[in-house]
């Protein structure tokens, strides 16, 4: 097909053929934060930025309508050069589409716990980032969500959302959880959990923890030490740690940037203290979403080969899997 036609398709097919840019975005405040993120931040805070701008660009399939704004331009632009790209290549797999399905498993994930837990679950997200679940999901809305991560994000993040919301009784109004707390702390240093419990953290609350995105940015023995004093809230009160694993072949793409892997959460966990643990593969029938329908598409294929294998025999490929996991406990008189 000639690339004139192809391009054509592309936008006969394609909701986000053209990036359209949502008009708060052009404020001039808000380009000014941008201006900060692009110009000032290092690249683990603009880990953030990346993944709030592919929630955006997969609208079709992800409702964040605080996404583009937390994104900024520069994150929208690139990722959707990458799409279009993809999808001018007749790709597999377009860019984002882990994202997407990632997301989609998280927010299952979290409204099933929420509901099990009967509402009133607190939800706590290590390395929020620019996730805006608090602003988004109605099944939070008898629940405290707290959000950890870096000072300099938090503050960023709470400035674009008054820039977008506007005045404080109308960013309540647009809250679905039952309230949301910044939590400004280094998951690395020893004194984050105490930082949880100082800003409302109610340690006998059963308790949705959300680790997306952040464990293999963590040093090995930090992310044992973040997900031990997780595993030791099982024997207090009902407790669900939802997280994503990458696999050693993941992190070795970057190792300057990735390092905590596991190439079998589901024996390491039991083994930190969490006694129930579930394992999904991206594709699999739980985080699969109507996303992954080509067969041959490389998630399909990775799953149809054995977790020990480290190589793809048919072209020689790493075998670079993404994990979802849920883990949970509860003390012993508890059901
Ligand atoms: C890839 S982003 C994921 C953000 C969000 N969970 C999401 O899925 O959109 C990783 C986030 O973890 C945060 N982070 C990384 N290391 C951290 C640490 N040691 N302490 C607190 N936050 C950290 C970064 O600032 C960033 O916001």
Do not use: V
């Given at each position: 097909m000639a690339e004139e036609e192809k391009r054509h398709q592309i936008q006969e097919e394609w909701p986000w053929r053209e990036l359209k840019l949502p008009?708060?975005?052009?404020?001039e405040k808000i380009r000014t934060l941008h201006a900060t993120i692009d110009g000032e931040w290092g690249a683990l805070p603009r880990t953030a930025c990346q993944t709030a701008a592919g929630r955006a660009l997969w609208n079709h399939v992800i409702h964040d309508p605080m996404a583009h704004v937390l994104a900024g331009e520069s994150f929208l632009k690139t990722l959707h050069e990458k799409m279009k790209k993809d999808k001018l290549n007749n790709a597999r797999e377009v860019s984002g589409v882990i994202l997407a399905v990632r997301t989609l498993w998280f927010d299952s994930k979290i409204e099933a716990a929420v509901s099990f837990f009967g509402n009133g679950a607190q939800v706590v997200l290590l390395?929020?980032?620019?996730?805006?679940r608090a602003y988004r999901?109605?099944?939070?809305?008898e629940s405290n969500v707290f959000e950890v991560d870096f000072p300099e994000l938090l503050q960023m993040k709470a400035a674009l959302l008054q820039e977008a919301l506007g005045s404080a009784e109308h960013r309540k109004k647009e809250l679905k959880a039952n309230s949301v707390t910044s939590v400004a702390a280094?998951?690395?240093?020893?004194?984050w959990l105490e930082k949880l419990h100082i800003r409302g953290?109610?340690?006998?609350k059963c308790t949705v923890w959300v680790l997306e995105g952040?464990?293999?940015?963590?040093p090995h023995p930090n992310a044992i030490q973040v997900l031990q004093t997780i595993a030791a809230k099982c024997l207090v009160t009902r407790t669900v740690l939802l997280a994503d694993f990458m696999n050693q072949s993941s992190v070795s793409l970057s190792n300057s940037t990735f390092h905590f892997y596991s190439d079998w959460p589901e024996q390491l966990l039991p083994a930190l203290g969490f006694p129930y643990v579930e394992l999904s593969q991206i594709g699999d029938p739980d985080a699969h979403f109507g996303l992954l329908?080509?067969?041959?598409?490389l998630f399909n294929k990775l799953r149809n080969?054995?977790?020990?294998?480290?190589?793809?025999?048919?072209?020689?490929?790493p075998c670079c899997r993404l994990f979802l996991v849920e883990a949970s406990g509860f003390p012993k008189q508890s059901t």
């Open positions: 008009e708060q975005l052009m404020a390395g929020a980032g620019m996730d805006a999901l109605s099944c939070l809305k280094d998951i690395r240093d020893s004194d953290f109610a340690p006998e952040i464990l293999y940015y963590l329908n080509d067969p041959q598409n080969l054995p977790r020990s294998i480290q190589t793809n025999p048919e072209d020689g490929s």
